[in-house]
């Protein structure tokens, strides 16, 4: 009996609960809501078997729902309920833009490159943010504090799809420093996945302009937060109290100030990670960077749904996941946080 | 034989803000003797706390010292600390001159347990041997009666505040230092926390041979850990003298009027006395005495002349034109 209260009133467990809750609520959302959207990938596919085929409507109707292995007929109870059924097997669907290729395969092929150019982008202007950001707060009031202030306001109040086109524009096209055209998907041909220079090489050279941009548009937030925790630490006491007995001003920097700011910045990478997955959709695109978001904006335009719904849940459950792990992580790093309060 | 150990020869301390000056300490001549407690009493912003931070050099970003020099006696040479170096500065702070500070529940780093801290403040003067440290630690956290075994491995936020002003106070003691100063060291605690760490403070005095420089507003607390009582007000020392003179028989209207606002439970607040007026602006200060706006002695010469410590009794000092006039009638 006190096993089974234990569990249910596990930390973990009740997470998961709700993980697995939003996960459902996510999922019956944007059934319906694509759903709502205007067009229908069907009826654009039935036109076209008419009018090139000469078909008649009711020929034309099967063979599509042949192919899309949807009953068209069906109303949109039963769609949900075939839908939510595949889903608990792990079924995401077949798509309806590339035929007969399972929704599932799509993901795995496309989800690495935006977990991996996002994931870089993040690590780096976290890095360099938080340094700047300390610098400032160090140097408060100098010039290098009201040049890095003033430049990361900017930054982080341009919207990224904005940067990613003057990238676009000034890298690629006006200095040409990368041949953009060339530089579409996200690994040269005939190059074999490993850990070999050449493949890495590549898929850094192709990421180069995705990653520069979400970190052009999220380090002036970083630097920013980071400034200003910073500067609160350095007014609490125990800073002073630290000087008082007589340590290093590196060991004071690092454990006492750095350690203490970085806490309330931690909550915001993980929101961060799934903000940059959702906002990958219109960097991806522009630069033609075949990652999740790239499908994601491909598959709106032919209203590709099981692709879309897919893409959707994923980036949910990307988030879902951050935050568990940011909250294990950040009981780790703040002693003052017990999960579970035990 | 007493000997000085510290000396404070004519001290000016300044903040600079938006507003202009802030003479928070001004001409302050002061010596510690070895071995006493000296209490620096006054209100808020007369400017004792700044007098104790610049002593060892820890003043905000915007104090600085504007004149004068501290010298401190200790292992056979004097050192200027005005002068010192930053690097000097780290070497002497907690060695020669520990500091407890008023804010017990904010003193620790949050994120490191006590251990480490600890650890960090030892090897900080190299002394980096863990199981010496770490014998001396246990020794002294028993010392001011905490369980050292459980508080050594706990986080600053699994301690109450008096607990924590312990382990400030056993840290504190950790390097043996000539010198302790205490800002505060009851203020943010419960009345019987107080009267524990008064207790413990007492004990310290009786069992080691440093000395002790008291910060405090609480006039209780001076009477009953002092030696020697310096009252502050308004940047300046307007009263010095041996606990007895200054509580008995005090020459300045000021030190009077501190004694007679403290409430005692048995008279009630039937005559609960608290002095007009407030403390002066210490950017843009009057000629004459900073007291004589609020003191009901003063006369034409006091608005004009700020008078100088003179000696009134044996090692007894005041700073006031009218001290003749003034507790006799007490």
């Known amino acids: 009996m006190s096993r089974v209260k234990k569990i249910l009133s596990n930390y973990i467990f009740l997470r998961a609960v709700r993980a697995i809750l939003t996960v459902f609520i996510v999922a019956t959302l944007t059934f319906f809501i694509i759903r709502l959207m205007p067009g229908n990938p069907i009826e654009i596919y039935i036109g076209q078997l008419m009018s090139q085929y000469g078909m008649s409507f009711q020929d034309a109707k099967n063979q599509a729902a042949a192919l899309f292995s949807i009953d068209l007929n069906a109303p949109l109870s039963k769609q949900y309920v075939i ?34 150019s996002v994931g870089i982008s993040i690590l780096i202007s976290f890095t360099l943010g938080i340094t700047l950001g300390m610098l400032a707060a160090y140097k408060r009031g100098s010039i290098f504090d009201h040049i890095m202030s003033t430049i990361a306001a900017i930054l982080s109040a341009i919207p990224n799809y904005l940067i990613g086109i003057l990238l676009l524009i000034i890298i690629g096209v006006q200095l040409g420093l990368i041949p953009v055209s060339a530089m579409r998907g996200t690994v040269s041909p005939g190059i074999k996945p490993g850990f070999t220079w050449i493949f890495i090489k590549d898929i850094f050279s192709r990421a180069l302009l995705p990653i520069m941009t979400y970190v052009v548009s999220t380090i002036g937030g970083w630097t920013l937060s980071m400034k200003s925790s910073t500067l609160n630490t350095l007014g609490e006491d125990y800073v002073t109290v630290a000087k008082a007995r007589g340590l290093p001003e590196s060991r004071i920097t690092f454990a006492y100030v750095g350690r203490n700011a970085l806490l309330p910045l931690f909550t915001s990478l993980t929101m961060q990670m799934g903000f940059l997955m959702g906002g990958s959709a219109l960097i991806e695109s522009i630069f033609v960077y075949k990652g999740i978001g790239w499908a994601l904006g491909a598959s709106i335009a032919q209203r590709d749904y099981p692709v879309m719904q897919a893409v959707f849940l994923i980036i949910t459950i990307a988030v879902i996941v951050a935050n568990f792990i940011a909250d294990l992580l950040y009981s780790k790093l703040d002693p003052r946080i017990k999960i579970g309060g035990e | 034989m007493t000997r000085e150990i510290l000396n404070i020869e004519n001290l000016f301390v300044e903040y600079s803000n938006i507003r202009g000056k802030v003479k928070a300490v001004r001409g302050v001549n002061l010596k510690l003797y070895k071995g006493e407690n000296l209490a620096l009493i006054g209100e808020s912003g007369s400017g004792k706390t700044t007098l104790g931070t610049a002593i060892i050099r820890l003043l905000p970003s915007s104090g600085y010292i504007k004149d004068g020099r501290i010298v401190y006696k200790g292992n056979g040479n004097e050192y200027d600390i005005s002068k010192f170096s930053e690097k000097e500065l780290r070497q002497f702070r907690w060695k ?124 209780s607390l001076a009477a009953e850990l002092a030696d020697r009582v310096a009252v502050m007000y308004a940047g300046a020392i307007v009263e010095l003298g041996s606990v007895e003179d200054i509580f008995y028989r005090p020459k300045h209207p000021y030190t009077l009027g501190l004694i007679k606002a403290v409430p005692t439970v048995t008279a009630g607040f039937r005559e609960l006395y608290s002095i007009p007026g407030s403390p002066p602006d210490l950017i843009n200060l009057t000629p004459g005495c900073k007291f004589a706006p609020r003191c009901e002695y003063k006369n034409s010469v006091c608005e004009k002349d700020e008078p100088m410590l003179v000696e009134v009794g044996q090692d007894h000092f005041v700073a006031c034109f009218r001290h003749k006039e003034i507790g006799n009638g007490r």
Do not use: C
Request: glycine share 4%.
């Open chain 1, 83 to 116: 839908y939510m059924r595949n889903l608990l097997r792990g079924d995401f669907g077949v798509s309806f833009l590339s035929q007969g290729t399972p929704v599932a395969l799509m993901i795995s092929a496309y989800l690495p490159w935006t977990i991996f």
């Open chain 2, 96 to 219: 020669e001159i520990a500091m407890v500070f008023q804010s017990a529940l904010n003193s620790f780093n949050p994120v490191l347990k006590v251990w480490d801290q600890i650890y960090d403040t030892a090897r900080a003067h190299g002394i980096s041997n863990r199981n010496f440290v770490k014998e001396r630690a246990i020794s002294l956290l028993r010392y001011v009666q905490l369980d050292p075994e459980r508080v050594i491995n706990s986080y600053p936020h699994e301690l109450s505040g008096g607990m924590r002003q312990r382990v400030l106070i056993a840290m504190s003691l950790l390097l043996e230092p000539k010198i302790l100063i205490l800002d505060e060291p009851t203020t943010a605690l419960d009345i019987l926390t107080q009267r524990n760490i008064i207790e413990l403070l007492r004990t310290i005095k009786a069992d080691m041979g440093l000395s002790m420089i008291f910060i405090s507003h609480d006039l």
